[in-house]
């Protein structure tokens, strides 16, 4: 069982680059969402979702888009990067009957120059 | 808004000494309380959690509970080992709005030989 996959695990940017991190996970829950993790700040929501076609922001949205077509997946896109978006970035999914655990990925390191 | 405040670390210990990491939280209504850690380059996992006041959630010789008149949830372990070095994170889910997890800054735990 794979659980909740994230690609890259590690990305190197330039300022105004965009790109997409991707998240996949393979236990059929209804919830996903994106976080990411900066020093001495905890992890702090960018967007999620409670299920395929809906999506909603999070604590800290902007720069960031998302959507999330299938159940199975939800991509976070940068539109255009800036160094204060570098960060570690954290996929996690639960079941909607959950009374909150999520899983988490591994991680995805980002670093914009 | 809901809100968490854990001790800053990093706290080092000797093996088999006694752990305590404070947290207290801010949240309307009832949250749902969660203990998740974070060893050296991976995801976050549930260690421990409790759904209602006074509920002792317990995991892997770690325990918290549920203080609502000191809207507290400190973690304690007995004994502690060396494999426990990682970064502890307390969080809250509230039972309305958003739903999803909030979370503290972490606390780095060392455990030295």
């Known amino acids: 069982n794979a659980g909740v996959t994230q690609t890259p695990k590690f990305q190197v940017l330039k300022t105004g680059q965009s790109m997409t991190l991707q998240c996949a996970q393979d236990?059929?829950?209804?919830?996903m969402s994106w976080y990411r993790q900066d020093p001495g700040m905890g992890l702090r929501l960018i967007h999620y979702s409670v299920g395929a076609g809906i999506t909603d922001q999070g604590e800290v949205p902007n720069g960031y888009n998302v959507s999330r077509s299938t159940t199975e997946d939800f991509p976070l896109r940068l539109l255009s990067a800036a160094p204060s978006q570098t960060s570690v970035y954290f996929c996690?999914?639960?079941?909607?009957?959950?009374?909150?655990?999520?899983?988490f990925g591994e991680g995805s390191r980002l670093t914009v120059l | 808004g809901n809100s968490v405040t854990q001790m800053e670390g990093p706290v080092t210990l000797s093996e088999e000494a006694f752990l305590t990491i404070n947290c207290t939280y801010t949240?309307?209504?009832?949250?749902?309380l969660f203990w998740y850690v974070q060893y050296p380059g991976e995801g976050l996992q549930l260690l421990l959690k409790?759904?209602?006041?006074?509920d002792k959630g317990s995991n892997k010789g770690f325990e918290a509970t549920y203080r609502k008149e000191t809207t507290s949830f400190h973690l304690e372990k007995g004994s502690v080992q060396v494999s426990d070095s990682a970064v502890y994170f307390c969080?809250?889910?509230?039972?309305?709005?958003?739903?999803?997890?909030?979370f503290g800054s972490g606390t780095r735990l060392q455990v030295q030989p």
């Open positions: 949240a309307t209504g009832y949250p749902s």
């Open positions: 236990m059929n829950h209804e919830y």
């Open positions: 969080a809250l889910r509230s039972d309305t709005g958003r739903r999803a997890l909030t």
């Open positions: 409790a759904t209602k006041a006074d």
């Open positions: 996690a999914s639960r079941s909607s009957g959950n009374t909150g655990e999520l899983f």
